[in-house]
C-alpha cells in the first residue's frame, strides 16, 4: 500500500529557510547542553560525600530551570540549565559559569552593538541592522533594550576608571587626544587616551577620559588620577604629537619620564609648511632621519635636511628642529621597539573608525555616550593587539639596562660612557 506524502509548503511571510544555519544551531544548542552537563557534573562531585544518617545525598539533581532563548553569533539558541535541590537546608545552588541568569545574549553579540553604533547605524535602525546579521528571529534587542545596555556601559567605563593601579608597571605611553562632533556647548571637548606597555610587552588602555582641547589642565587631571591609583612610577617613554598641554603636565607628575613626537604627525606637519610640488621629495628626505640605522646617521640626514630647505622655507624646518631631541629618543631604546615607539599609531589605528560614527551622528551624540562607546570599542580592539617585537625587552628597559642606537650596552662600555659624560659636566 501506497501512503500518500505531504510536503509542508513553506510560509512566504517567514522568508527562506536556512537549513545549515538551523543544524549549527542545534549543533550549538547540544553543545551547550553537554558543557553545562559537564558543570552540574562537577558540583554534584564537589558534594557527593555531603549526605545525612541513611547515606542519602543532600544535594541532587532536579529538573530545568525554565528554557530561554541566548541570542548568539548564528542566531538564537534555546537553552534549559539544571537545577540542584538541597534537602540539608543550606541553600547550596547550581550556577552555571556558561550561562548565568542574567545572560540572554552572546559575548561576541554584544561587542557588535558599539561597532554598528559607530558605524552609523542609529538605535532605532539597529534592530532591522541585527536581523540582516542574524537572521529574522533576532530578539530582544529593542532600542530600548540597547539604550540600558549603552547605560551599562557608562557604568562599567565609570567603574574601569577608578580600578586600582598599584600592581602596573608600564614601559611606554602612547597618548592623544581624540576628538568628535559632539553637541555644541561641548564641542571644545576632546578624549584623552592613553595606552601603555607593560613589561610582558602587551598594550593596554590605561586611561580614557574626557578633556578640555587637549589642555596642560585636562591632562595633568588624567596623569594625577592615575598616580593617586597606584600608578606611582611613570613609563620610560611617552610617545606623543605635538600637544603642548601634556608635554607641560608631563614632568610635574612623573619627571623620569623621557619624550618621543611621533613622526607621522611631525611630517604632516612639516610638510603643510612646503609647496605640493616638494612635498614628495621632502617626504622621502625626512623618512631618511627616522629611518636611520644610527643615532649619527640621523643627525646627518637631519642636518641635510635643514640644509636643503632653511633658506627657502625657514618655516619648514624650524619646525622640525624644536624637536630635535625628543623626534631621536628612540634610539636610546631596544631597536625591536623603535617600529611602535617612533609613532602614535596604536592610538590612531584603534580610532580612525569612532569618528565616522560622530561624522554621521552630526552632532547628536552626547559626551557621556562618546565616553561608554570608546570604551566599548577600545577594550574590543585591545584583544586583537599583538604584543611588542622582543618582548623580552620591555623587562631590560624597565630595570635600567641602558641601550645605544638599540642595542643593549655593555657594563664596560656603559661604565665608560657614564665617565666621559660625568668629566665632561665638570
Known sequence: MIKDTMIEAPNPAEGPRDDLTDLLREGAKRLIAQAVDAELSATLAEFADYKDDAGRRYVVRNGYLPEREVMTGIGPVSVRVPKVRDRSGARIKFTSALLPPYIRRARSVEEVLPWLYLKGISTGDMQEALEALLGQDAKGLSPASISRLKARWEDERQAWSQ???????????????????VRMDEAKQCILVIIGVTEEGVKEFVAIEDGY????????????????????IGPELAVGDGALGFWKALPKVYGQTRSQR???HKTKNVLNYLPKSLQSKAKAALQQIWMAP??????????????????????????????????LAFYDFPAEHWV????TNP??????????????????????????LVFRLGLSAEKHWIKLRGFQRPGQV??????????????DQQQVEDGLVSRSAA
Open 294 to 327: 644610527s643615532r649619527e646617521q640621523a643627525h646627518k640626514a637631519f642636518d641635510n635636511f635643514v640644509a636643503i630647505y632653511e633658506a627657502k622655507y625657514p618655516k619648514a624646518t624650524e619646525c622640525l628642529q624644536k624637536d630635535r631631541d625628543a623626534l
Open 213 to 232: 582641547r587637549e589642555s596642560e589642565q585636562s591632562w595633568l587631571m588624567a596623569l594625577r588620577d592615575l598616580k593617586q591609583r597606584g600608578l606611582e
Open 340 to 343: 611602535h615607539i617612533r609613532t
Open 163 to 181: 580600578r586600582d593601579l598599584s600592581s602596573k608597571r608600564y614601559v611606554y605611553f602612547w597618548i592623544d587626544g581624540v576628538y568628535f562632533n
Open 262 to 264: 611621533c613622526w607621522v
Open 347 to 372: 592610538v590612531e589605528s584603534t580610532f580612525a573608525t569612532v569618528r565616522l560614527r560622530t561624522a554621521k551622528t552630526r552632532g547628536c551624540v552626547s559626551r557621556n555616550t562618546i565616553l561608554a
Open 398 to 411: 624597565i630595570r635600567g639596562v641602558k641601550f645605544s642606537d638599540g642595542a643593549p650596552v655593555a657594563d
